[in-house]
Every structure is written in structure tokens, then in C-alpha cells.
């Protein structure tokens, strides 16, 4: 652990100085968040968790970004809401930036913008973190990727992700309920917790885990995107590491409909699901591959 606001460099490959990869209009997140509008969608850069098989490894370990202030941020929001009118500000993995956030919102609050603040996270966080948040987050997104700690380990380094990562999923809903469009007839989402959880090629048991513990925990109708967009990066290609070659594989039908039938037969009420046949069909499977190096990374919305 480094002191990061005495200008060292943290795991997440940042110091204090705030540092985002891409602000824009997204419509590529789940219906309630997206809507027609789009999700303001800021990109910090670094992550506090590196997963090897990160989509967005440009940012996450390559570091592509600029520096920003919080007022500079704020700026740039209102003019997604003048210009498209996004529905929610929907912060990025932005664990590491925290503070900057709270800033963010609250100079977004002194300019009398209330939509709502959505906090779209790894699930690796501190339960302090989250209560920190309190106050400021309307909506959390957050991953739950593992319940195998052995494979959180081989893949993020983080043996104790799912301990973690159930805790501060506890403290969110603690605060924020489940998310109420589901509640509301599938309107756009203004409050409350939607849980992610990506399926990845070969590990089916960890997923259907990772459903078990959710539900176990919370039940039925706590809200649950399952997803299946799974596409080896061109930083995983170039791996040798013998013990992770079977990520160079997008995830099979059989696969996705064994963790989907284990979904349904816990009775998950409030689902959105991410069919692979959408994507299994599609001949360019590069949009699955954000590039920030350009100015709009994701294809669907350039
Ligand atoms: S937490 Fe998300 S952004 Fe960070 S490395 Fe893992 S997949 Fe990438």
C-alpha cells in the first residue's frame, strides 16, 4: 500500500492526480441504464484490480488517459446532458478515484443537476469505500466475478475477492435497494443495485457459484446481468502463462445455457441477459474490443 497523495504511484498504476481515458455517451450498458439516450459513461484510468483478461486493458494497464480536473469533468457532463440527454453519469471503475467522484458530483449538485449518479465498479472494494458513497451514489453496478478464490487469484491476484466483494454488495443494498426499474415496469433506472457477472470461457462452476452466493444472500429478486460478451483481448492473445490459455476462447452456447438453466432454477426474478447467439452471428467481433485510442472507443457508438 502507497501513499498516493504523496505523489507515489499505486497498484492501480495512478497517483492522486485524476486521470480519465474517454467521456461520452454510451448505449451500450443494459436497457434501464442506457435507455435511448445513453449513459454518460466516464473512463478513469488505472484499475485497483487488473484482471488479466481485461477488455479495457488500454486503460487498465496501458495507462491511456489525460489529466482532468473535477470542474473539467463536470463541464463535460453538462454538455452530454445538453447535447444527448444521458440519463444517469456513469463512473467506470473508479475505485481508485473515489474522492474525485464525490467532488464531481457535488459541483454537479451546486449546478443543480440531479440525475442520477451511477457507480459502476469491479466488486473489489472496502466496505468503507461504499460508505463513503453514501451520500452520493444513487446506483451501484458492480461486477461479481468470482466465487472461486483460486481463480480470483489466478486472474486478478485477489484470493479474497469474493469475501469482499459480497460484503460491500451487502452494503450497497443496504443502502440503495434493489434497482427500481425492475420494480417500475423496466423505466430507466434511478436507484438501487444491479449485480454484473461476465461469464468466462471454461468456468462454468465459478459462475454458477457466484449465482448461488448472490442468491443465498439476497434472494430471488435481487436484479442480476448475466453476460456472455466475453472476447479475449489482444493483450490475453499474447500470453504465454500455460495455466491461462483457456481464456483465449469466446465462451460456448452449452456453456452460457448450463450457467442460464442454474439462473432460472434459483428463480432469479429480475434478470437481464446477454444471449451469445447475438454475438455468435455477428461477422465483426472486433465491437466487443473498445479502442481508446480513438475518440468514440466503442464501435456501437461511433
Ligand atoms: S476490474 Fe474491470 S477494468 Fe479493472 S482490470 Fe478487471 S476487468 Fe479491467
Not at 456513469?90 to 440531479?114: A, Q
Not at 468466462?200 to 459462475?207: D, E, R, T, V
Not at 437481464?272 to 447467439?277: K, N, T
Amino acid at each position: 500500500m502507497v501513499d498516493r497523495t504523496q505523489g507515489k504511484i499505486g497498484f492501480c498504476g495512478e497517483t492522486e492526480q485524476l486521470r480519465i481515458s474517454s467521456i461520452g455517451a454510451h448505449f451500450g450498458e443494459e436497457p434501464p441504464i442506457s435507455g435511448t439516450n445513453g449513459s454518460g459513461t466516464i473512463f478513469f484510468t488505472g484499475c485497483s484490480l487488473k484482471c488479466c483478461f481485461c477488455q479495457n486493458y488500454q486503460i487498465s494497464f496501458d495507462g491511456m488517459g489525460n489529466y482532468y480536473t473535477s470542474e473539467e469533468v463536470e463541464n463535460r457532463i453538462e454538455k452530454l446532458i445538453q447535447s444527448h440527454g444521458i440519463h444517469n453519469v456513469n463512473f467506470v471503475t473508479p475505485d481508485h478515484f473515489f474522492p474525485h467522484t464525490i467532488e464531481i458530483v457535488k459541483i454537479l449538485r451546486n449546478h443543480g443537476i440531479r440525475i442520477p449518479i451511477l457507480y459502476n465498479t469491479s466488486g473489489y472494494q472496502k466496505i468503507e469505500s461504499v460508505q463513503m458513497l453514501k451520500n452520493y451514489a444513487d446506483i451501484y453496478m458492480p461486477d461479481f466475478k468470482y466465487a472461486d478464490r483460486q481463480l480470483a487469484k489466478l486472474l486478478s491476484h485477489a484470493e479474497d475477492y469474493p469475501d469482499q466483494a459480497l460484503v460491500s454488495l451487502i452494503e450497497m443494498v443496504r443502502q440503495k435497494g434493489f434497482l427500481d426499474s425492475f420494480i417500475d415496469n423496466n423505466t430507466i433506472a434511478t436507484k438501487g443495485v444491479l449485480v454484473r457477472h461476465l461469464i468466462l470461457p471454461g468456468q462454468i462452476q465459478n459462475s454458477k457459484d457466484v449465482l448461488s452466493m448472490i442468491f443465498i444472500e439476497f434472494g430471488k429478486d435481487i436484479p442480476i446481468s448475466l453476460m456472455s460478451q466475453y472476447y479475449p483481448s489482444a493483450r490475453l492473445m499474447k500470453e504465454n502463462n500455460a495455466d491461462l490459455q483457456f481464456l483465449k476462447r469466446r465462451i460456448m452456447l452449452n456453456e452460457f445455457e448450463e450457467v442460464y438453466e442454474h439462473a432460472l432454477s434459483l428463480g432469479f426474478t429480475n434478470m437481464l441477459v446477454q444471449y451469445p447467439q447475438d454475438f455468435i452471428s455477428k461477422k465483426d467481433q472486433t465491437e466487443f474490443s473498445p479502442d481508446f485510442s480513438q475518440d468514440k472507443p466503442f464501435k456501437g457508438n461511433r
